[in-house]
Protein backbone atom coordinates (compact mmCIF):
# COMPACT_ATOMS: atom_id res chain seq x y z
CA UNK A 1 0.00 0.00 0.00
CA UNK A 2 1.55 3.22 -1.11
CA UNK A 3 1.50 6.31 1.53
CA UNK A 4 1.63 9.84 1.01
CA UNK A 5 4.38 10.25 -1.05
CA UNK A 6 3.27 7.74 -3.25
CA UNK A 7 5.90 5.35 -2.08
CA UNK A 8 5.75 1.46 -0.76
CA UNK A 9 6.48 0.95 2.37
CA UNK A 10 9.73 -0.95 1.55
CA UNK A 11 10.63 2.45 -0.73
CA UNK A 12 10.48 4.81 2.13
CA UNK A 13 12.37 2.99 4.33
CA UNK A 14 15.15 2.75 1.51
CA UNK A 15 14.61 6.31 1.67
CA UNK A 16 15.14 6.46 5.36
CA UNK A 17 17.82 4.09 5.00
CA UNK A 18 20.08 5.63 2.58
CA UNK A 19 20.37 8.84 4.36
CA UNK A 20 22.33 7.21 7.36
CA UNK A 21 25.30 6.36 4.87
CA UNK A 22 24.45 7.04 1.59
CA UNK A 23 25.04 3.74 0.39
CA UNK A 24 22.58 2.09 -1.78
CA UNK A 25 23.24 -1.47 -1.75
CA UNK A 26 23.33 -1.27 2.06
CA UNK A 27 20.35 0.70 2.46
CA UNK A 28 18.29 -2.19 0.41
CA UNK A 29 19.47 -4.28 2.50
CA UNK A 30 18.27 -2.61 5.60
CA UNK A 31 15.18 -2.13 4.23
CA UNK A 32 14.55 -6.06 3.38
CA UNK A 33 15.46 -6.50 -0.63
CA UNK A 34 17.54 -9.60 -1.04
CA UNK A 35 21.41 -9.26 -0.65
CA UNK A 36 21.87 -11.17 -3.75
CA UNK A 37 20.31 -8.32 -6.12
CA UNK A 38 20.60 -5.48 -3.59
CA UNK A 39 23.22 -3.81 -5.94
CA UNK A 40 21.14 -3.82 -8.71
CA UNK A 41 17.85 -2.91 -6.50
CA UNK A 42 19.78 -0.10 -4.81
CA UNK A 43 20.33 1.41 -8.24
CA UNK A 44 16.72 0.86 -9.75
CA UNK A 45 15.40 3.13 -6.29
CA UNK A 46 18.20 6.10 -6.82
CA UNK A 47 16.62 6.27 -10.40
CA UNK A 48 13.25 6.52 -9.05
CA UNK A 49 11.57 10.20 -8.78
CA UNK A 50 9.93 9.31 -5.96
CA UNK A 51 12.00 7.93 -4.06
CA UNK A 52 14.70 10.70 -5.32
CA UNK A 53 12.35 13.57 -3.69
CA UNK A 54 12.25 11.85 -0.49
CA UNK A 55 15.98 11.37 -0.64
CA UNK A 56 16.35 14.92 -1.35
CA UNK A 57 13.83 16.04 1.37
CA UNK A 58 15.89 14.39 3.59
CA UNK A 59 19.27 16.00 2.85
CA UNK A 60 17.59 19.68 2.94
CA UNK A 61 16.27 18.66 6.60
CA UNK A 62 19.75 17.01 7.75
CA UNK A 63 21.77 19.63 6.31
CA UNK A 64 20.00 22.10 7.94
CA UNK A 65 19.93 20.19 11.15
CA UNK A 66 23.91 19.76 10.72
CA UNK A 67 23.70 23.80 10.53
CA UNK A 68 21.62 24.49 13.40
CA UNK A 69 23.89 22.36 15.40
CA UNK A 70 27.03 22.87 14.09
CA UNK A 71 27.41 26.12 12.74
CA UNK A 72 28.69 24.32 9.24
CA UNK A 73 27.68 25.51 6.03
CA UNK A 74 28.47 25.94 2.78
CA UNK A 75 30.20 29.13 3.35
CA UNK A 76 31.90 27.77 6.53
CA UNK A 77 33.61 25.00 4.32
CA UNK A 78 34.37 27.30 1.61
CA UNK A 79 36.05 29.24 4.19
CA UNK A 80 38.12 27.26 6.39
CA UNK A 81 39.54 25.64 2.68
CA UNK A 82 40.81 28.94 1.67
CA UNK A 83 42.78 29.21 5.26
CA UNK A 84 44.08 25.65 4.45
CA UNK A 85 45.07 27.15 0.85
CA UNK A 86 46.76 30.18 2.52
CA UNK A 87 48.92 28.14 5.21
CA UNK A 88 50.13 25.67 2.68
CA UNK A 89 50.70 28.71 0.51
CA UNK A 90 52.82 30.69 2.99
CA UNK A 91 55.11 27.38 3.71
CA UNK A 92 58.75 29.18 2.75
CA UNK A 93 59.51 26.09 1.04
CA UNK A 94 56.64 24.93 -0.77
CA UNK A 95 56.27 21.18 1.11
CA UNK A 96 53.04 22.16 1.04
CA UNK A 97 51.83 22.79 -2.85
CA UNK A 98 49.90 19.25 -2.47
CA UNK A 99 47.23 20.46 0.37
CA UNK A 100 47.09 24.04 -1.20
CA UNK A 101 46.34 21.96 -4.58
CA UNK A 102 43.59 19.63 -2.74
CA UNK A 103 42.45 22.58 -0.87
CA UNK A 104 41.60 24.42 -4.66
CA UNK A 105 40.42 21.51 -5.40
CA UNK A 106 37.44 21.16 -3.01
CA UNK A 107 36.30 24.74 -3.57
CA UNK A 108 36.32 24.27 -7.30
CA UNK A 109 34.22 21.33 -6.87
CA UNK A 110 31.75 23.17 -4.05
CA UNK A 111 28.50 23.28 -5.75
CA UNK A 112 28.46 27.28 -5.31
CA UNK A 113 31.67 27.86 -7.12
CA UNK A 114 31.36 25.32 -9.92
CA UNK A 115 34.59 25.87 -11.19
CA UNK A 116 34.91 22.38 -12.85
CA UNK A 117 31.70 21.85 -15.04
CA UNK A 118 32.24 23.28 -18.56
CA UNK A 119 28.96 24.00 -20.43
CA UNK A 120 29.15 24.04 -24.01
CA UNK A 121 27.38 26.46 -24.60
CA UNK A 122 28.89 29.00 -22.38
CA UNK A 123 32.53 27.77 -23.53
CA UNK A 124 34.64 29.33 -20.86
CA UNK A 125 31.77 31.14 -18.68
CA UNK A 126 31.97 28.58 -16.20
CA UNK A 127 35.28 26.67 -16.70
CA UNK A 128 38.22 29.53 -15.67
CA UNK A 129 41.49 28.35 -16.39
CA UNK A 130 43.95 28.56 -13.40
CA UNK A 131 47.51 28.24 -13.65
CA UNK A 132 49.63 28.05 -10.84
CA UNK A 133 53.43 27.80 -10.35
CA UNK A 134 55.30 26.22 -7.89
CA UNK A 135 58.47 27.54 -7.68
CA UNK A 136 61.40 25.38 -5.66
CA UNK A 137 63.40 26.92 -3.06
CA UNK A 138 66.87 27.70 -3.79
CA UNK A 139 69.91 25.63 -2.11
CA UNK A 140 71.27 28.24 0.89
Request: aromatic share 6%.
Given at each position: ?27 AIRSG ?30 SKKVE ?37 ETIGK ?31
Amino acid sequence: MATKTNLTPRQERFAEEFLVDFNATQAAIRSGYSSKGAKVQGHRLLTNDNVMKVIQAGREKLSKKVEKESGINANWVLTEQRKVYDRCMTDADFKQAAGANKALETIGKHKAVDAFNKDEDEGRDKAQELTIVVVSPQPR
